[in-house]
């Protein structure tokens, strides 16, 4: 190719450049800037204070409103003159928090205090001044680092509070200690001291325990030019102060004891080199490293690192979104987990994003392809520059070109052959092979085609490639011969190439426009290879691919523009791995695997680690993805750019350089962080913390303080904001969790949409449980969770339940009341059938006697009654008993001999001498013991004991009565009656024989069948049917 001397010097001036570029960022940190601005949702672009609470909560103090952010979203406050728990003024100048938590925010020369269990603010200081001891009226409030509380008033005293050993002291600030324009300008501290600058210069340590001041200087205020100056100090930790003023920057170093009238008098005598001009320095901060950071107006930030004495400026690039932002610094601020946050004038809020060592880079342009020599050395073939040689130990780096023997600048493929000689295919330039020290070309003629897109090597030693157009070809070194197979002479399916992998079985993994195709090199066999669809979701597989890869399991990962299709050639299973399944973007262009059999996918801006895991019969893949926020360059990224080093670090080309990652280190990063409940909305509304919704307050306190949430059952469309304490800009972590209580199964956040929804959640108590899942896919240890009580509709509630219990209960006791009543109606029936019935059996047994017999019967019966009812001797009275009875025999014959012919006429039952109307002393005993009986009928432990206390006579007085007057003993005589009244209820009531044994006082229905049929000869149930 023709090149004009002109355009020679301009290519060599733009290596030089490019060369000079590598080794000035490889020595300069690679500092990347995240940015916040009003665009994110920042109140207002310049930025006074910032501050990380000690719940992760970032705290951004704006020239108009204070921003709370949470990683993801901004919550503003802003000042309302109608409201008194607002802020006091939009303005905020800088923000301190308290041992309890609490946010103190300086406005102008007023404080007010947040409160983040109420997310309300305090503008009444006297609480916290009662309890430091002060009086009047607030100039300045300083909290240490230590959470001790430092309180100037208006023409007083400096106050100071230990709240956690309760000490209190006090000092005196004035112009007639201190000299004039005393008042207070900035604190720090360090150890047990805290050190004040006064605007008049004069610098001062205290010691707020033992109430003394340690020492005191004057340096500055000799210095300083103005008699007022707004100053601020820094001490760092070595115990340096750092004193910025209007315009300048003074420096004590503890090391020299000395003074330095600004940092570039500083740095020239700590001998740094290539010192540019450090002005106007607004503020200074020192990260975990050691490294200085300084704030300027008009010069950006500067960076100082001591131990290589060298210093470093980052200023706005317009061009590169990953730049400082603004030239104007208002503040830094240092987070306790060392991230560094940048305050500007105009440019919102920026973090830095240190370097890592797991990722390293080079700019070397756009690189296609890459191979590593046998000493260690990374050859880097490019997209429009030739070939460079890197080595990775010294840094030191050789660029090959045209004038080397290069036919081309525009590399696709590269080899390292087992004879240590390496192999390059080009775009447009045939096969390129290195060794002795220079380039040879295989031309279009000697070789199928000039556009060489793959090269392997066999067991055997020979060379193969793959080509643009003229398939594959087999070249052997040693002799020079070219083997073509092609869609002509062969079955391989496209003579267009795109990839060529040697696997450890021997075969050759040929991929085409037209699928893929296997080669055995030995006997030369080709194998065309197709794959099915995803078995998942039937996707269909394209026909070409970017490369086709074998791993050591032997899956095949087909990649291409719509994702890496993952191949089981046991199972035949086919899976798609795209962004939709976690993959960090749908174009694959590359694969490799790594020493620990982790798979490493290049996507266009970023790559994916796959971590595989057979289970249950197939293989499962744990995603996590890295991009430029993890130090890779942005991209995009090149097709077949990856590469495994003999050492394990996985090379990437980018089309504006090289990743060189070191995958153990990078791969195995864990999850920091506790998530955070940062807010609640219901049915798409924002819920504030104290306010009525529906006439209810739902959050009393902040969701994260409180950990709970009472909702009714109309409230239950709801989502919970999450954060996490990480304090990252545009943090990009998901999160995982389960509902207990709804599902024991871990669900995912949506990317981008940190939050959680439900709908239509029924009634009941719940446990939230949420962790973190960073970019990576992975989850963290650290569980926050929160209790979720959806409350029932009113008649599901459990006082509901209580009154259905009263109210059924009510039912159960009327109902019965109406059954005992009917049974007490029955009762009283069957009684008054039954003695009527027996007057009249008696009465006509008593009619069928002569007026003489009966007369004289009763005479005889009336004397009788008389002497016993006056006996008072028992002998006696048995003997007379006896006479009764003979008397009742003789009655009973005689009525049987006249009543029986009338009787079986009339088919009557003749009745018994206990059925006649005995108007007798013994009649009135059985009249009184059927009475207690008929009482207690239900009552089955009556006895002769019971009857006895009742009828007022001794049991063997009573048994031996009843006995001779019925003929029956007093169990017998109480079961005859129960019987009689069960034969009543079975013919007359509708009850179960069982109700009917119970009613009648029988335990047992068995035992109450038994008696019923031994006195009526069948069981109850058949007598009921009989009489029916």
């Known amino acids: 190719m023709y090149y004009s001397k002109h355009n020679s010097y301009r290519l060599i001036l733009a290596l030089l450049l490019m060369m000079a ?234 090391k020299t004891r000395k003074w330095y009238n600004g940092v570039n008098h500083l740095l020239r005598k700590l001998g740094f080199a290539d010192v540019p001009k450090v002005e106007m320095v607004t503020s200074a901060m020192e990260d975990r490293n050691g490294h200085m950071f300084l704030g300027t107006n008009h010069s950006g930030l500067f960076v100082l690192d001591f131990a290589k004495k060298r210093i470093y400026q980052y200023e706005k690039d317009i061009n590169n979104e990953t730049s400082f932002s603004d030239i104007n610094v208002v503040c830094l601020y240092l987070d306790r987990s060392g991230q560094m946050w940048i305050g500007t004038y105009m440019g919102g809020v920026n973090q830095v994003v240190f370097g890592n060592t797991y990722v390293s880079k080079l700019k070397t342009g756009s690189v296609n392809t890459v191979t590593e020599d046998k000493e260690g050395n990374y050859w880097l073939g490019t997209n429009e520059s030739g070939i460079y040689r890197y080595n990775p130990i010294t840094g030191e780096s050789r660029h090959f070109t045209a004038a080397d023997g290069l036919t081309s600048n525009i590399l696709v493929a590269s080899l390292c052959a087992s004879d240590g000689t390496l192999w390059f295919g080009t775009y447009g330039g045939g096969l390129l092979h290195y060794a002795n020290g220079r380039f040879t070309a295989m031309r279009k003629g000697t070789i199928g085609d000039d556009n060489v897109w793959a090269v392997v090597e066999a067991p055997d030693k020979n060379i193969w490639i793959g080509t643009l157009g003229a398939g594959v070809q087999c070249i052997n070194p040693e002799t020079g011969t070219v083997d073509t197979y092609n869609s002509k002479n062969s079955r391989i399916a496209s003579d267009y190439v795109s990839s060529m992998q040697m696997t450890s079985e021997g075969w050759i993994v040929v991929g085409t426009s037209n699928n893929y195709s296997l080669i055995d090199p030995k006997t030369r066999k080709v194998v065309n290879m197709k794959l099915d669809q995803d078995s998942t979701r039937m996707t269909v597989v394209t026909s070409s691919n970017t490369q086709v890869f074998s791993d050591s399991r032997g899956l095949i990962w087909y990649c291409s523009a719509a994702g890496v299709h993952v191949l089981d050639n046991a199972t035949g299973r086919v899976t798609l791995l795209d ?154 972590s998901q999160y995982v969790y389960r509902l207990e209580g709804f599902s024991d199964k871990w669900m995912k956040t949506e990317i981008g949409n940190p939050n959680i929804s439900f709908a239509g959640l029924a009634p009941g108590t719940y446990k939230l449980v949420v962790k973190l899942l960073d970019d990576c896919n992975q989850i963290g240890a650290e569980e926050s969770c929160m209790e979720i009580v959806i409350n029932p509709p009113f008649w599901r509630t459990w006082w509901a339940y209580l009154i259905y219990i009263i109210l059924a209960g009510v039912l159960l006791w009327m109902l019965h009341r109406r059954e005992v009543k009917k049974l007490r109606l029955e009762k009283i029936k069957m009684v008054a059938e039954t003695e009527k019935r027996k007057r009249r059996e008696a009465a006509s047994a008593y009619d069928n006697m002569s007026d003489n017999l009966r007369h004289s019967f009763d005479d005889i019966f009336s004397k009788l009654d008389s002497l016993m009812s006056s006996e008072d001797n028992e002998e006696r009275y048995e003997q007379q008993q006896e006479v009764f009875s003979m008397v009742e025999s003789l009655m009973s014959d005689v009525n049987e001999k006249n009543t029986q012919p009338a009787e079986e006429k009339q088919g009557f039952i003749r009745p018994t001498i206990s059925d006649m109307q005995i108007v007798s002393l013994d009649q009135r005993l059985v009249n009184s013991a059927t009475e207690y009986v008929e009482s207690n009928l239900s009552n089955s432990d009556i006895s002769v004991e019971t009857m006895s206390e009742a009828l007022n006579m001794s049991r063997v007085h009573l048994y031996k009565r009843l006995t001779a007057i019925t003929g029956q003993t007093p169990s017998e005589f109480i079961r005859d009656i129960r019987l009689r009244h069960a034969e009543q209820l079975i013919l007359k009531s509708q009850l179960s024989i069982s109700e009917i044994s119970y009613k009648v006082g029988f335990n047992n229905p068995r035992y109450f069948t038994k008696y019923f049929k031994d006195k009526y000869g069948v069981i109850p149930s058949q007598y009921k049917k009989n009489e029916e």
């Open 21 to 254: 570029s590598i080794y000035a960022n490889a020595d300069k940190p690679d500092l990347k800037f995240r940015r916040l601005d009003t665009r994110n949702g920042l109140s207002n672009s310049q930025v006074n204070c910032i501050l990380k609470d000690s719940k992760g909560f970032v705290w951004i103090g704006t020239q108009y409103g204070l921003n709370r952010y949470d990683g993801y979203r901004f919550r503003e406050f802003h000042s309302n003159i109608k409201d008194s728990t607002a802020l006091l003024s939009d303005y905020v100048d800088n923000l301190f928090e308290d041992v309890d938590g609490r946010i103190w925010v300086q406005q102008e020369l007023k404080y007010c205090v947040y409160d983040p269990k109420t997310e309300q603010f305090e503008q009444n200081l006297s609480p916290w001044l009662k309890k430091a001891g002060a009086e009047g009226a607030v100039e300045k409030v300083y909290i240490d680092k230590r959470k001790n509380y430092w309180i100037k008033v208006w023409g007083g005293k400096l106050y100071y509070y230990n709240p956690s050993k309760n000490i209190k002291s006090s000092f005196v600030v004035d112009d007639a200690k201190y000299g004039p324009n005393s008042g207070l300008s900035s604190f720090d501290s360090y150890g047990k001291h805290t050190v004040m600058i006064l605007k008049n210069g004069v610098i001062a340590a205290l010691d707020g325990d033992k109430g003394k001041v340690v020492w005191v200087s004057n340096y500055v205020k000799q210095r300083q030019t103005a008699d007022v100056v707004n100053n601020s100090i820094y001490i760092d930790h070595d115990r340096n102060y750092w004193v910025m003023t209007d315009g300048d920057c003074y420096v004590y170093m503890q």
């Open 579 to 732: 962004q939709t399944t976690g993959l960090a973007g749908n174009a694959v262009y590359s694969v490799v695997e790594d020493n620990n059999k982790n798979i490493w996918v290049a996507t266009e801006y970023g790559v994916s680690l796959i971590l595989l895991k057979y289970d249950d019969g197939q293989w499962q893949m744990d995603i996590r993805n890295y991009n430029n926020r993890d130090g890779l360059l942005p991209g995009p990224y090149n097709q077949r750019s990856s590469f495994l080093t003999h050492d394990g670090k996985i090379l990437v080309g980018v089309t504006n350089g090289l990743n060189i990652i070191k995958p153990d280190q990078l791969g195995s990063r864990k999850v920091v962080g506790r998530p955070l409940f940062s807010g609640l909305m219901l049915y798409g509304q924002q819920v504030e913390v104290g306010k009525k919704y529906n006439g209810r307050v739902i959050l009393p306190e902040a969701l994260n303080e409180i950990r709970h949430m009472t909702l009714s059952y109309k409230e239950n469309m709801f989502t919970i904001q999450m954060a996490s304490d990480q304090g990252l800009i545009n943090n990009r």
